[in-house]
Structure formats: C-alpha cells, structure tokens
C-alpha cells in the first residue's frame, strides 16, 4: 500500500527540521557565550545534579574560610597583644632589678615607680584591644572594655569561650580572656597584682621585697609564655584548616567545570558546522516548497 505525501505534510515536514536546526544553533551559541555546557537542568539532568552538589561543597567551603579569616584576625590580634605585654614585663622586670639595688636611691625608685604606673597603663590598653567593635580579651561580653583606666584594676568582662567553625563539625576556641593574662588584681598572683605589689614596695623602698616580686613576675612571665604558646598553636590550625578548604574549593572547581564548562574550539567548530548545515538546509527547502502548477490553479 503506497502512502500519499501531500504538500502540506512535506511542508510540515521541512519547517519542523529548520526549527529544529535553529534550536541547535541557538544552543551551542548559549554553550559559546557562556563557555558552559549546563545551561539549564533540561541540558543535563545527571551532569545538573552533580553541579548543584558541587555549588553547595562550595558553599560551605566558602562560609567556613570566612570563619577562619574572621578567627585569624581575632587571633593574630591576641598574639600582638600579648607580644606587647611580654615587653613590657620585660622592662618591669628590668626596673625591678634595679630598684633593688641596694644602690639606687629612693629618689631613683620613685622614678622607677612612675614609670612602672605608665607601664601598668601600657598592659590595660594591650588588654583593651579592640578588633572592629569588639574587645578580644572580654570573653563573650564583647562590648564591654574589660579593663578601667586608673588605679581599679578589676576585669569587667567575663569567662565565656569564643569559637569559630573551622570545617564540617569542627569548632576551635579562639579567644583568651583578660582574667587569663592580667588577673583582675586584689591579690591574686596574676600580673596587675604582682605590678601593684611591686609599685608597692617600691614606695616603701623595700629592697627584699623587691627581690621576692621578681619570682612573682618570673611567674606571671611563665603564664603568658604558655599563653602564648596556645595560641600560636590555635594560628596554625587555622593555617592548616584555611589549606585543606582551599585545596577542597580548588578540586570541587575543577569537578564543576569538568561537569558544566565546555571545549570552546570544539563548541565553535559545531557551530560553524551547524551554521553550514542550516544554510543548506534553507536552500534545499527554498526548492521544495516553491509553488507548484497546481497551487496557482486553486
């Protein structure tokens, strides 16, 4: 049984196949632009599920290296200050030494003391660090300038424990509170009390104490050393988890561009040839729907 083309159905037939050959070439054009294969779900369904779960790796990976960055800057920070402190003891225990000497005068300590009041203040303003608005060594009372001006040496802030996120699940301390470092004074061993002491017995020209003061501030020495020490070790697992987070965005980019990009020569060399097989195909129905003897006798 023979079947009858009309026309109209070759017509139909010939429109449809340049439809479809324009969607071709408006594709691989939106691929060229774009230099993506994906462009919407529909190109790939597999290849568009691997890439969302590629996007959201990057996502996290993203969220958590802006944690770190946030946790290095509050750390760095801390380590400055405590640099600072560490100085200034050192100069204390410096003027400590000298103060007693049975040969300094008690003009020359009273001179002693004043500075060691300056450099009291110098350790407060170390304590009151400010990284944008908030004070580091506050604890969780972050508004709150942990040390007043002046002779009351109390810690105003409190023991509460700050930490960032540094990976899937991971959580690092990374603040150290004033009372850790300075003590809040009346009496307890920490620094402000030894410097109190010391500006104490310097008013009394109590040379044997004086000596005894320099255990204490050997001591307290020995704390902020292991402070220290802390968070330096803090600083380097920063480093490490910041590496590992780059290393993981650096291989999820490469999976997403395996997954979505596209060869750019290979994609223009479809398009030409595309174009060159529309081009004919124009021409071919150019001559196949001309008007035949019959459409002009209708």
Known sequence: MSVRITGQSMSARVLGDLQAAQARIARTQQQVS???????????????????????????????QDSIADATSRVSATGSALSQITEVMHRVRELTVQAANGATTDTGRAAINKEIGELVNTVKDAANLKVGDAYIFGGTATTTKPYASGPVDTYAGDAGTIARTIGPGVSLQVNVTGADVLGSGGGDGQLLDTLRTIQAHLTANDTTALSADLKRLDTNLDTIGAVQATIGATQNRLDAAMSRLDDTAATTNKVLSDVEGIDLTEALLNLNSQSSAYQAALKTAANVLQPSLLDFLR
């Open 34 to 64: 774009t230099e993506r294969r994906i462009n919407q779900a529909s190109d790939d369904a597999l290849g568009t599920t691997r890439a969302l779960a590629a996007r959201t790796t990057l996502a996290t990976v993203a969220k958590h």
